[in-house]
């Protein structure tokens, strides 16, 4: 019977340090390291260790070995001390409900129990020869201890892995709560039948040591198939992996590829600009020149290349002013134009250049450089003539109004002493009136040239304003009753608009003033459904405008009226006043 008992023993020996070694293994290999399957690893160790001492039991008691009770005692009382605490957290780690510390506590006592157990004089019986198999224990004191020892290890420990395993079953975790819960039960169930045994049958075989050997059997496997499915799911993972790597990098091949292609278009469209360009970047606070296009090559006679990396302050030491551009290009971090007159190094030629800074986040600035020097000259060019017609124009309306009223002064004036000489003068009244009336006619002509001949006020203070200063400068002070009424918002008109209209109203007012003799003119301005209307009408002796034809000036109101996209209208009779009526769309 012993001889079967040690082959079992031996066998189960060989299956705890199999699975010892092959969990540590696995645990220590882990990355990171397997708490679980170290724990597991030493409690399959200690459990083959306690198979070894049960070995020599049944060999000593064959006769085989001596000595038999001191290692018994020895290996025991360190198996008693170290495999609690190895069990409790392989459990608490592989069910993820952690021990109290009054498991420490009982376990602490747990051990103390054992040791002092295993050192009283009467336990000296258990290793007694021919007591090894089954005895009676006949000291009180003893038998109460073990009852202790076997209570604490039945009903805290089988108390607390329950716990664990209950949790673990309701926390989800299924399969894994039902197979270390079947593996304790078996485990739990030989200790109970083995502290049974101690007290009520003797010359019974202890059997929790093969509930230890099922424990790890079941565990063994659990943990072993665990380690094959995670290995599993890691090559999976891993070629998942290469396969998606594979793929980025065919995309992020594919993508600088299509980058560079990208880049290479937008450097050819940005060399293609037919405006010289200039691209500077913000280092460290600093503006330095980065790039440059064919154009800007040109407009720089190839200058360009020695001011690559340099900074705005080194390039435009001389001009200040584009430095501070550039800068507050970075600062405002939007669009500014300007014009900078710059000087040809080699030269000398000034030159007027149309500058247009453009930020482009997070650090650059476009400028876009135009030599407008030629234009700019035609444009003086152009307002020299202009200065020159204005000033022909003005010749002619001195000769055609207040020169001809100076001439009919002197003609009247020398008709009236020749009538007075030869005593053909009865009555000078009417002659002074007439001769008052010719006077007060030549001094508003004048005081129209005057007026025409200073400077434009238009732009300095709008349509509005300028209208009204001209009736308050001319019309009011010719005696003439002058009213401006404005409806509408006409406070934001286009520029080319408010020229057209200014113009189209001094022309009216000027023929109002020079030949209607009118004693009030109004003249209205409105805004009203995205069209802008302006009439000038006075009181005066008006005319017929099919025998005026396109005379006074009508011809060029109209043309300046069709000019802006407008209407001219034009309403007069005789001895009932004139209107001048245009309609603009505001859109213009």
């Known amino acids: 019977m012993n001889l079967l008992l040690i082959l079992l023993n031996a066998i189960g020996a060989g299956v705890c340090f199999l699975a010892a070694v092959l969990h540590l293994a696995i645990g220590w290999r882990s990355h990171p390291r397997s708490s679980v399957q170290l724990l597991f690893g030493m409690t399959s160790l200690l459990v083959g260790a306690y198979f070894l001492t049960v070995i020599n039991v049944q060999a000593y008691q064959d006769g085989v070995t001596a000595n038999l009770p001191g290692t018994a005692l020895l290996i025991n009382i360190v198996l008693s001390l170290i495999f609690p605490i190895v069990y409790t957290w392989f459990v608490a780690g592989y069910t993820g409900v952690k021990p109290r510390w009054f498991l420490f506590s009982v376990t602490v006592c747990y051990s103390a129990l054992t040791f002092g157990v295993l050192l009283l004089p009467s336990a000296e019986s258990l290793f007694a020869p021919g007591q090894l198999s089954g005895f009676r224990i006949e000291d009180p004191f ?102 998606r790597v594979a793929l980025r990098t065919s995309e992020l091949s594919a993508a600088n590829d299509a980058l560079a292609a990208s880049q290479a278009s937008i450097n050819a469209q940005y060399q293609a600009i037919p405006i010289p360009t200039f691209t500077w970047q913000q280092r460290d606070g600093t503006l330095i020149l980065i790039d440059y296009n064919q154009a800007a090559r040109s407009l720089m006679q190839n200058h360009t290349e020695a001011a690559i990396g340099r900074t705005a302050a080194q390039i435009y030491e001389d001009m200040p002013d584009i430095v501070i551009d550039l800068q507050q290009c970075i600062a405002r971090g939007g669009t500014l134009e300007r014009e900078s007159t710059v000087r040809d190094y080699e030269t000398g030629e000034t030159r007027i250049l149309a500058m247009t800074y453009t930020f482009v986040p997070p650090d650059l600035v476009l400028v876009h450089a135009e030599d407008v020097s030629g234009q700019r000259r035609a444009e003086e060019m152009l307002r020299a003539a202009a200065v020159t017609a204005e000033r022909q124009r003005m010749a002619r309306d001195l000769h055609d109004s207040v020169t001809q009223s100076l001439y009919s002064l002197t003609l009247l004036s020398s008709g009236w002493k020749s009538m007075a000489e030869q005593g053909r003068l009865d009555d000078p009244a009417p002659s002074f009136q007439q001769l008052g009336d010719v006077g007060l006619q030549a001094l508003r002509e004048m005081r129209l040239m005057i007026h025409q001949l200073r400077s434009p006020i238009l732009e300095e203070l709008g349509l509005v304003q300028a209208l009204q200063k001209r009736l308050d400068t001319v019309e009011s002070r010719a005696g003439i009753e002058a009213e401006l009424l404005v409806e509408g918002d006409v406070d934001q008109l286009p520029i080319a608009m408010e020229n057209e209209l200014f113009n189209i109203a001094q022309e009216a007012l000027n023929n109002s003033l020079r030949h209607a003799s009118a004693s009030t003119v109004a003249v209205s301005l409105s805004a009203e459904d995205h069209v802008v209307a302006l009439s000038i009408a006075d009181d005066g002796k008006g005319f017929e405008p099919a025998q005026v034809g396109s005379g006074l000036g009508l011809a060029t109101m109209r043309e300046r009226a069709e000019a802006a996209g407008g209407s001219f209208v034009l309403q007069s009779e005789s001895q009932k006043g004139t209107t001048v009526r245009i309609a603009v769309p505001r859109s213009t």
């Open 142 to 243: 003893l038998s109460l201890t073990l009852f202790g020892w076997l209570l604490l290890y039945v009903c805290v420990y089988f108390g607390y892995s329950t716990i664990a395993v209950i949790t673990q079953y309701r926390r989800g975790e299924k399969a894994d709560a039902l197979t270390i819960g079947f593996a304790i039960f078996v485990f739990q169930l030989t200790a109970v039948v083995d502290a049974v045994s101690i007290f009520a049958l003797p010359n019974a075989i202890f059997v929790g040591q093969f509930g230890f050997i099922a424990f790890i059997v079941v565990m063994s496997l659990q943990l072993t198939g665990k380690t094959v499915e995670s290995e599993r799911q890691v090559r999976r993972l891993n070629l998942d992996l290469e396969n």
